[in-house]
């Protein structure tokens, strides 16, 4: 079992999972969101997401820009 942590909140998956996959399931029910993606405690360029394996222990962060004045 491989347990991670996505924004603070811990998931299990049966084994590891490519970065893209879990963004894409992600995506689904948010199509239009725009955000960044953090690996543990590392920013991931979106050309990057497909070579990126999350594993037992790791911690993603996704965030959404936030716009103020």
Not at 21 to 24: D, I, K, R, T, Y
Not at 66 to 69: A, C, M, S
């Given at each position: 079992m491989v347990?991670?942590?996505?924004?603070?909140?811990?998931?299990?998956?049966?084994?590891p999972v490519?970065?893209e996959?879990?963004?894409?399931d992600?995506?689904?029910?948010?199509?239009d969101?725009?955000f960044?993606?953090?690996v543990?405690?590392?920013?991931?360029?979106r050309?990057q997401?497909?070579?990126v394996?999350?594993?037992?222990?790791?911690?993603?962060?996704?965030?959404?820009p936030?716009?103020?004045?």
């Open positions: 347990t991670i942590s996505i924004n603070d909140e811990l998931r299990q998956f049966a084994q490519a970065l996959e879990l963004l894409l992600y995506r689904r029910d948010n199509p969101l725009a960044a993606v953090a543990n405690g590392e920013f991931v360029p050309t997401y497909a070579q394996q999350l594993g037992d222990g790791d911690t993603l962060d996704i965030v959404r936030v716009g103020g004045g």
